[in-house]
């Protein structure tokens, strides 16, 4: 920029200081501008995963402390069903009639990373309110919703499938779908009967095996019983060549029609049935036979497994005894809560039994007494907790 002062000699001069001037006002603009910026971004940075909550409890008998902290309780589970809300929202698998946000807004502790009271104040003679800014962390409400969806339905399982593999016939159980079946279920979490207790009953039992696989659900239940499961899928795989693709061509199409059924063993009921039907081509017919069930299978597995999550109860929970050595009352009350409040997947805590420094609850939980344990280790109690004997239905703990 150049102004031109017809003033003699000063015109240099002016010239030089104008230039100055108009770098210096370009400078102090660019910096508050990035100023106003930064701390936009801050102020930004700073609000996200914080929102509000609001909550009241009941004045009994003037006991305002623990109104008080009834509310506050109550206004951090408002806080967290607002997050859970907004997550759920994205979360097209889960089904309304099987996932309950309650159990999640329940525990709403262990998903608040910290908070501030914005307002506590009795509102009444009879309640008292609490206002809090909490930060929740839709990372660890992610975990548990992704959680409670594969816990909703893992029933311990056992598979016996018989084979026609082109026009051979194998009942032993031992097939190619059946190895594809157990495959597909246990990445989705449903845990498999021991491949010792299979073999024996395998081959113990092979004559209800075959009833089974005829379609007496009474054989498959106690075959599933026997063996610890509870859920057992059983049905049939037959495979067949289609022949040549194409006239002259190397490539055989190779068929597979898989059926399935799958009989709870409590009930002996039929839980769900489904069939699929897939093609492979390939030069070598056993190849083939292979990759074709695998199709069948993958699709078939997509069908029961979303039929079990939806029928099977998701409220049948692992009872497990909890021994806990050296709590007085008031520790072992305090732990009941957390168990409630941090720990997932328990559904209930009760008191069984109580003597000198040992006290016994009996915890529902969904999942096996080892994946307890783990929670519980992971879960930041109050009064952390050795881990004892851990057995199917008992877990021991002692107080540090």
């Not at 997550?87 to 908070?115: M, N, P």
């Not at 036979?289 to 997509?302: F, G, I, Q």
């Not at 009352?329 to 305090?334: I, L, N, T």
Request: hydrophobic content about 35%.
């Amino acid at each position: 920029m150049k102004i031109l002062l017809y003033n003699g000699g000063r015109e240099k001069l002016l010239v030089q200081k104008t230039n100055i001037y108009f770098f210096v006002f370009l400078y102090i603009f660019l910096m508050i501008s990035g100023c106003g910026t930064s701390k936009s971004n801050i102020k930004t940075t700073s609000e996200e995963g914080w929102t509000t909550g609001e909550g009241v409890g009941s004045i009994v008998d003037n006991e305002i402390g623990k109104a008080k902290d009834d509310a506050l309780n109550d206004a951090k589970r408002d806080a967290v069903k607002k997050v859970i809300g907004t997550l759920i929202k994205s979360k097209t698998e889960i089904d309304s009639g099987v996932f309950q946000d309650s159990e999640l807004t329940a525990k709403s502790e262990g998903f608040i990373d910290t908070y501030n009271i914005l307002d506590s104040k009795a509102i009444s003679k009879y309640e008292y309110q609490v206002r809090i800014k909490a930060k929740v962390s839709k990372a660890k409400i992610e975990e548990a919703i992704e959680d409670m969806i594969s816990q909703q339905a893992r029933p311990i399982m056992m598979v016996f499938v018989s084979e026609s593999t082109f026009g051979n016939k194998d009942v032993s159980g031992q097939s190619k779908a059946g190895t594809a079946i157990e495959s597909e279920f246990t990445k989705k979490g449903f845990p498999l009967v021991d491949r010792a207790t299979f073999e024996n009953i395998r081959k113990s039992k092979n004559d209800r095996i075959m009833e089974a696989l005829k379609g007496n659900n009474s054989a498959a239940k106690e075959i599933g019983s026997l063996g610890g499961a509870e859920i057992v899928l059983v049905g049939d795989s037959v495979i067949s060549s289609a022949g040549p693709v194409t006239e002259g061509s190397k490539l055989i199409s190779v068929q597979a029609d898989v059926s399935i059924r799958v009989i709870e063993t409590t009930t002996g009921s039929i839980l769900t049935t489904g069939q699929e039907h897939a093609a492979y081509p390939h030069i070598n017919m056993q190849t083939g036979a292979v990759e074709a069930t695998k199709r069948a299978v993958a699709l078939l597995s997509k069908k029961l497994i979303h039929d079990i999550a939806n029928k099977w109860k998701t409220g049948k929970a692992t009872i497990i005894d909890v021994s806990i050595s050296g709590a007085n009352y008031e520790q072992v009350k305090k732990i009941r809560s957390e168990l409630l409040e941090k720990v997932r997947g328990v559904k209930a805590v009760h008191r069984k039994e109580n003597s000198g420094n040992i006290s016994i609850l009996q915890v529902e939980f969904e999942g096996d007494s080892f994946t307890f344990v783990d929670r519980v280790i992971d879960a930041k109690m109050t009064y952390p907790l050795t881990t004892g004997n851990v057995k199917r239905n008992s877990v021991d703990f002692q107080i540090k």
